[in-house]
């Protein structure tokens, strides 16, 4: 039994890891409790007297109990200003894990891997399976024992000094495991599960490679009919010198020592209101839990940038906002995933006389009145060249002639097109010769006769 100081409070140690804790925060006991205070040196007066350091003295001893509750002492300490005394009972590691203290570490493995009992235990309490309160609470007992239990370093120093001791050794230092990673194995015919997501396996697994980008310009032709290109593209391939590993040739890689190959660090601060631990990914290793020598060449990304050309099909029928999409063209996948793909976008150049809407093609035709009253023939642009088009007697202004199959492929269905719509656009001449007006009249007399004769 040994009374350390442990930050801001004194812990008491009771060779069975049962401890008395006099701590700022943790505020677990009665309100008797709570309204007493100690003093640090009050505090190590205790240790030195015979009340709690007696070495006959067992975990619940009776004169150890009477002393620590002993009235007259908290009326002596009453009066002073220091610590609140907070008892508080550990849990016990060997009975959560149900292994005697003498099991060794690769009984603990096995029970863990083997026994029923545990994998019972690991699903009913996991937070992805069990959603009660408490679920979560119980499931972090469990492999923080088991953490603590399996480590050859972490084992010694629980059994001499409890939980206390393990907080005092690897607080703010950051070199915590993963507690869900001990159960991963337990639950990989379950589909999957959220709380293995951040798991060393799944960080090391091959990745796929991100899809990369590439705009293309056509002009009006090109798009309505199709065309076959040849673009240049950068992107991300497979170094060569390390075939995709990231690792100089000749090394192998390490576990991290800084995150002890979990890929994660958990960093701990003490604050007047209890303990708070963030966890994050490991600065050192990036997050896969290894470390080794980087290729000299990509630096250790296993992958380096380089220009290819390749050759495109644009089909007929594509517009501005169309994409395309060309599979395992993209960037190099890591540690051996597949590629991402290339999307080319389209981007299509306006036509001076030809426009466009959707798979039809319009534009105006000007005709003089003489020709929208008599027709005419006239020749209009159309995507395929020049094409007689027949105005008919007496049109009128804005009228819409179809061009049938005159317009734009189908995309996707090459053999199906669209149309193309002419307007035409009545041109009236604002000045007229005296022959023309004289002829005019004449034709304004007789439509007057006309509108006589018909009443």
Not at 143 to 154: H, I, M, Q, R
Not at 246 to 261: A, Q
Not at 291 to 307: A, F
Request: proline share 5%.
């Amino acid at each position: 039994m040994a009374c350390v100081p442990f930050g801001g409070a004194l812990s008491v140690h009771w060779s069975q890891h049962r401890q008395c804790l006099l701590e700022c925060s943790l505020p677990h006991v009665s309100a008797l409790a709570q309204s007493h205070r100690l003093t640090n040196r009050q505090c190590s007066s205790w240790s030195r007297g015979n009340s709690l350091a007696s070495s006959n003295a067992g975990p619940f001893a009776k004169e150890s109990v009477n002393s620590l509750f002993d009235p007259s002492l908290y009326h002596r300490c009453s009066q002073q200003r220091g610590h609140r005394l907070v008892v508080r009972a550990e849990s016990d590691y060997y009975s959560i894990l149900g292994v005697s203290r003498n099991a060794s570490k690769s009984e603990i493995k096995s029970g863990m891997q083997l026994f029923p009992t545990y994998r019972k235990l690991a699903r009913q309490y996991h937070p992805d399976v069990n959603k009660e309160a408490g679920a979560e609470k119980k499931f972090k007992e469990i492999s923080n024992a088991y953490e603590v239990l399996s480590d050859d370093e972490k084992r010694p120093i629980y059994d001499k000094y409890g939980e206390a001791g393990l907080k005092g050794v690897g607080a703010g230092t950051g070199d915590f495991s993963n507690p869900f990673d001990i159960f991963e194995s337990l639950f990989e015919g379950m589909g999957g599960m959220g709380g293995m997501s951040g798991s060393r396996g799944s960080r090391n697994r091959p990745m796929q490679g991100d899809d990369e980008r590439y705009n293309l310009v056509l002009n009006f032709k090109e798009a309505v009919f199709g065309t076959d290109k040849e673009i240049e593209v950068t992107r991300l391939e497979n170094c060569g010198t390390c075939d995709g590993s990231g690792v100089k040739p000749g090394t192998v890689p390490t576990s991290c020592s800084t995150c002890g190959g979990q890929g994660q660090v958990i960093t701990a601060a003490r604050t007047p209101l209890g303990d708070f631990r963030q966890v994050s990914t490991c600065q050192v290793c990036g997050g896969t839990g290894e470390s080794s020598t980087p290729c000299s060449s990509c630096r250790g990304d296993g992958r380096v940038r380089r220009t290819k050309r390749i050759s495109l099909k644009v089909p007929a029928g594509v517009d501005s906002g169309s994409r395309l999409r060309v599979r395992s063209e993209g960037n190099a996948g890591r540690r051996g995933g597949p590629p991402g793909d290339l999307y080319v976008f389209i981007e299509v150049l306006s036509d001076p006389v030809l426009k466009r809407d959707g798979s039809n093609i319009l534009i105006t035709c000007k005709v003089s009145y003489i020709d929208a009253i008599l027709g005419t023939n006239v020749k209009v642009p159309t995507v395929d060249g020049m094409v007689d088009l027949k105005i008919p007697p007496g049109t009128q202004p804005n009228t819409t002639l179809v061009m049938a199959k005159k317009g734009v492929p189908l995309l996707g269905k090459p053999n199906s097109r669209g149309d193309e719509l002419v307007r035409v656009q009545v041109e009236i001449p604002k000045r007229l010769s005296n022959e023309e007006r004289k002829l005019i009249e004449e034709i304004a007399s007789l439509n007057k006769v006309k509108a006589t004769s018909s009443r």
